[in-house]
Every structure is written in structure tokens, then in C-alpha cells.
């Protein structure tokens, strides 16, 4: 009778451990097919947006991403921005059904020094450009060089993505906005390296302002977000036959004729995107080199009537602040020369104060010699200022005389009283003609001769950026003939973040998408306390080692008294 029951309960075991195999492997199967998690973070960190998965979901073509947020003994701030990589990235995958596939490569795994060395100037070459970090070592801390960014690859084509945001705002400010505009700058890479055609930019040309030089940082970070730039002249060439997605009027200092103004209203009407750079004003800081002052005065561009239809009107005034950047100036001290810094309320720093996906969360950009901005009540559209002033600023009306030495007086602080204003604005929506039932035959006849239908009411919906200052754009160029990068401000060696600003504009006119919603998420990386971690290190060892013991004893205890109880009888 006990062999019996023995041989009962043993055949009852083998059925509970099969079946307990059974449904292992069945939960495996289907969490492999079928992925879904909760979001229980308030911030919804984990959610993707709507738009994304969309995006996602009608990829065509595979998509390939290396990441190389990888390496030996890594901060722990750099883990966890790896770590959210590698989650959001599978998440892209499943998304798409396998078509987005990732690799995180280790560079220190690359023994040999030379070729490791090779392999991080190609990076560098490609648009991922290292940081140094500290890491913990045996004799302390040492810096080490690591590549937080990835490639996207696309049928041959790659895109870099910089990952790890700059470091102005410190550490752990940077390693937030990071873990933040992740989805935004993956999936956005993603759809523009996926198109057949890039979009195309245009500068336009033949009415004066910067040469390619001055630009050239600009048009290298287009190039490198898979932009395809090229020059336009709108008064010989056909702007309609040129496939232009973004035309960029930056800077210009001749006048527009009516035949220019209508070519760009006509582009504007059939949904084309246009962004303006104007200095409303004549001045600039190089005049000082050959004067001791300047007089600022009003630029006939022959653009405030066209401005205005669209909602915009730039002001006879220049912008001053003293949130600003210095300027050096040689003076004499016991008689001998001293260059010393004083506040150039002239050229403004201008800070983020907004949620914009534009702005938001970006470092201050640098300006010179802007005008004001107001905007104007206009049917349809939709307006959002990007830039605005501190709230320690003023405007002087135009002409006004410049000295270079009245920078070494101090600013009476009482004058600088007004905040908040506007000197960049982003428009989106139906805009009316300005050339609305009054085209001559003209003008028709250029209509004929590009090939365009003239639109005398108002545009298919579009989006256009103004802003009153041309050299946002412009980079300097050293005693070589070498560009700096763009917002680099030679007298303090501090690099604004212009650059980063005017490709975030440029990303935002073409992304129908609705991508760069992905931008506006909140959330902070929670790091650990590092010394609380090493006071408390002992008793977290013990409760993390002690506890599971302490439980598997216990069970123990009750599992053998209840066979004894079981079998005693």
C-alpha cells in the first residue's frame, strides 16, 4: 500500500514538473510574440508617441542602428543612458516588426591603439564627435575619451546621431535632456534617412549678406542631418523648378525687387517653407576696426510690406541687453595698455523660455545688432515666439551713433526695463497673398515662365520662421581663412548654441510627421546617491544577501514539516 502511494506521488510530481515546464515555455513563446509593458512612470517616459509608432510601422526598408554607448568601466550616468538606448531601441524594433535592428559596439574591445585610432577619427568624420568622462579607477579618477552617439544606416547611407547632449548646463541637466530627446533624434533620423529624396534647402544668393564661408558650419550641420543644400539666385533662376523644401533668405543687404517678392509669395502659396534672417539694421562690429564709431541706420530690403501681410513687422530699433557678451578694450593703466572685458549690451544672449520643441530645454543662442519684432493679427495663423529678450533689456530707435568705448561705461540698469522681447517668431498656417487679385500680366508672365499656377487667395498650410538678426547664422572664420563653429564667441572662447537652434528651425519646417512632439518630454534620470551608496554599502550587502537566505530557510522549515506531517500518519 505505501509503494502504492509512493509511486502515485512521484508520477503526481512528474505531472506538476511537466506541466510547469509546458506553461514556462508557453509564457516565453508568447512574450516573444506578442510585447507590451505598463507605463507607470508619471511622466510617461516610456510611452512612444503616437507619430513614431506610425512611423515605424510603415517603414519600407530595413533600418540598421550601431550605437557605441558601450565600453569598459563606464560612469554610471553613461550606463543608464545606454541602458534606456538599448530599451527605446527595442521597442523600435518591435514596433516595427524587425525592421529596425541595432548593435551596440565596443570600441575598447579594439586591441590594437592604431587601429582603435583610425576608427575614431572615421567616427569623427561621420558627424559623432567624443566627450571626455571620468571613470573610476585604482589609483582614483581618469578621464577617458567615449563616443555617446550612433550611426543610422539605410540602404548605404548613414546618418549620425549625437546622443549625449552638451554639457553647459552640467551633467546631470545633460544627461535629462538626453534621455529625453532620445525617441525624437532616433526616430527623426530614421524618417529622413528612409526618404528616396532628402530635403532640399536653398540659400538664396544674389542679394548680398554672407559668403559660404560665413555660413559654412551651418550648411555642414544641414549636410551631415541629411539635408541637401544648395544656392539659389531667385531673380535669374526658376525657383519652382528647383525641388526646394526650405528656402533660407539669410542676411541680405539688397533690395528686393517686386518680381523677387513675388516669387517667394507664389513658393510660399504652394506650401513651401521659407526662413527669414534680417538684419532690419545696418551695423556691424567689424565697422570699428577703420572707425571709433558707427551710426546704425534703417536697411531698405523693400520686405516690411510682405512681412506684414504674413503677420510680422520688424521694428527701427536695436536691441539692447544686458544679459550680453563682452567685448575687449585696450586701455591704459599707470601707463601701460591693459585689455580689459566690458558688458557689449549690443550683442545679446538670448535664453530659453519656452516649451517649444524648438527651444525647449537648449542653451542660450548668441545675437549681434537685432531689432525687435511685433506680430501682427492675422487670420489663420498660428504664432509662437522662439526668441525673446531677458528680462534686463531696452530698444533704442535707429539712426543711432555707436561708440566702441562707450562699453566701458557702465549700463544705467534703471534704462534696461523692459523684458520678453520678441526677435523670433514662428508662423504656421493659411497665409494670405500679398499679391491677393492684384497679379499684373507682369508678373503673370513669370508665373508662365516657371511653370506655376498662381494662387491669388491663400497657401495650402506651411510654416514660415523671422527672425530680425542675420547673424544667428554666421559663423567667424579664424586668421587662416578657417571656419569656427557656428555660436562660438571668440573673446570668451564659449560656444552658443545657434547652431543647434537653426537645425532644430530647419527640422521643424519639414517634419510633417509631427515628429518633434517627441521633444517635449519630461523626465529626470534618477542616479543614485554615490555617498550614501559607500555610508550604507554594508547593510544594503546584507539585506540584499541575508534576506533571499533567510526566506529560502524558512520555506525549507515549512516544506519539511509539512511532509512529515504528510507522511506520518
Not at 201 to 212: E, I, R
Not at 518 to 529: F, Q, V, Y
Request: glycine fraction near 6%; hydrophobic fraction near 40%; proline fraction near 5%.
Amino acid at each position: 500500500m505505501v509503494k502504492k502511494s509512493l509511486h502515485i506521488n512521484k508520477l503526481n510530481s512528474i505531472k506538476r514538473l511537466f506541466w510547469t515546464l509546458l506553461i514556462v515555455v508557453a509564457i516565453n513563446y508568447i512574450s516573444n510574440v506578442l510585447h507590451f509593458r505598463f507605463d507607470l512612470t508619471s511622466e510617461k517616459k516610456y510611452t512612444l508617441t503616437g507619430n513614431t509608432k506610425l512611423l515605424l510601422k510603415n517603414l519600407k526598408d530595413p533600418v540598421f542602428v550601431e550605437v557605441y554607448l558601450e565600453g569598459n568601466n563606464l560612469p554610471t550616468g553613461i550606463k543608464k543612458l545606454r541602458n534606456e538606448t538599448k530599451d527605446l531601441l527595442e521597442e523600435f524594433r518591435i514596433l516595427s516588426k524587425g525592421k529596425v535592428e541595432y548593435h551596440f559596439f565596443n570600441i575598447d574591445k579594439i586591441k590594437d591603439e592604431k587601429k582603435k585610432e583610425d576608427f575614431q577619427k572615421t567616427l569623427a568624420q561621420k558627424g559623432l564627435f567624443p566627450t571626455n568622462v571620468q571613470v573610476k579607477s585604482e589609483g582614483g579618477f581618469q578621464e577617458k575619451l567615449v563616443f555617446p552617439g550612433a550611426l543610422v544606416k539605410v540602404k548605404g547611407k548613414e546618418l549620425p546621431i549625437q546622443i549625449l547632449e552638451n554639457q553647459i548646463q552640467g551633467p546631470q541637466q545633460s544627461l535629462d535632456n538626453s534621455i529625453n530627446f532620445l525617441e525624437y533624434k532616433i526616430a527623426n533620423s530614421i524618417n529622413k534617412i528612409a526618404k528616396e529624396k532628402p530635403p532640399v534647402v536653398a540659400f538664396v544668393t544674389d542679394k548680398g549678406g554672407p559668403g559660404f564661408i560665413q555660413v559654412s558650419d551651418f550648411v555642414d550641420g544641414l549636410r551631415l542631418q541629411n539635408f541637401q543644400v544648395q544656392k539659389i539666385d531667385i531673380s535669374t533662376q526658376a525657383l519652382f523648378r528647383q525641388g526646394i523644401d526650405i528656402l533660407v533668405i539669410a542676411k541680405p543687404t539688397q533690395r528686393f525687387s517686386e518680381e523677387d517678392k513675388f516669387k517667394i509669395d507664389q513658393y510660399l502659396m504652394h506650401g513651401g517653407k521659407v526662413m527669414w534672417m534680417i538684419d532690419q539694421n545696418i551695423a556691424d562690429l567689424d565697422s570699428f576696426k577703420s572707425a571709433r564709431s558707427i551710426t546704425s541706420v534703417l536697411r531698405d530690403l523693400n520686405l516690411t510690406d510682405i512681412l506684414f501681410k504674413y503677420g510680422v513687422r520688424l521694428n527701427n530699433e536695436l536691441l539692447l541687453d544686458l544679459y550680453c557678451n563682452p567685448i575687449p578694450l585696450v586701455q591704459e593703466f599707470n601707463g601701460q595698455p591693459q585689455t580689459k572685458f566690458f558688458p557689449w549690451v549690443f550683442n545679446p544672449i538670448i535664453p530659453s523660455q519656452n516649451n517649444h520643441p524648438i527651444i525647449k530645454n537648449l542653451d542660450p543662442v548668441a545675437i549681434e545688432f537685432a531689432s525687435s519684432l511685433d506680430t501682427i493679427r492675422t487670420k489663420n495663423i498660428n504664432k509662437t515666439i522662439l526668441l525673446q529678450s531677458s528680462q534686463y533689456s531696452r530698444l533704442q530707435a535707429t539712426p543711432f551713433e555707436i561708440y566702441l568705448e562707450g562699453a566701458s561705461i557702465e549700463p544705467a540698469k534703471e534704462m534696461f526695463n523692459r523684458s520678453n522681447i520678441p526677435i523670433g517668431v514662428l508662423l504656421e498656417g493659411i497665409f494670405p497673398s500679398f499679391y491677393g487679385y492684384r497679379i499684373t500680366p507682369e508678373l503673370q508672365a513669370i508665373a508662365q515662365q516657371e511653370g506655376f499656377k498662381s494662387i491669388e487667395k491663400t497657401s495650402t498650410p506651411t510654416k514660415m520662421i523671422v527672425i530680425s538678426d542675420g547673424d544667428i547664422c554666421e559663423n567667424e572664420v579664424d586668421q587662416n581663412g578657417n571656419p569656427l563653429p557656428l555660436g562660438y564667441y571668440k573673446y570668451t572662447k564659449e560656444t552658443f548654441a545657434n547652431k543647434t537652434f537653426l537645425i532644430n528651425c530647419m527640422e521643424y519646417l519639414i517634419d510633417d510627421f509631427g515628429l518633434i512632439a517627441a521633444r517635449n518630454r519630461e523626465g529626470k534620470m534618477k542616479l543614485l546617491d554615490t555617498a550614501r551608496v559607500k555610508d550604507a554599502k554594508s547593510f544594503w550587502q546584507l539585506i540584499n544577501i541575508g534576506l533571499p537566505l533567510l526566506f529560502i530557510f524558512l520555506i525549507g522549515i515549512i516544506y519539511n514539516r509539512r511532509r512529515k506531517a504528510k507522511y506520518a500518519r
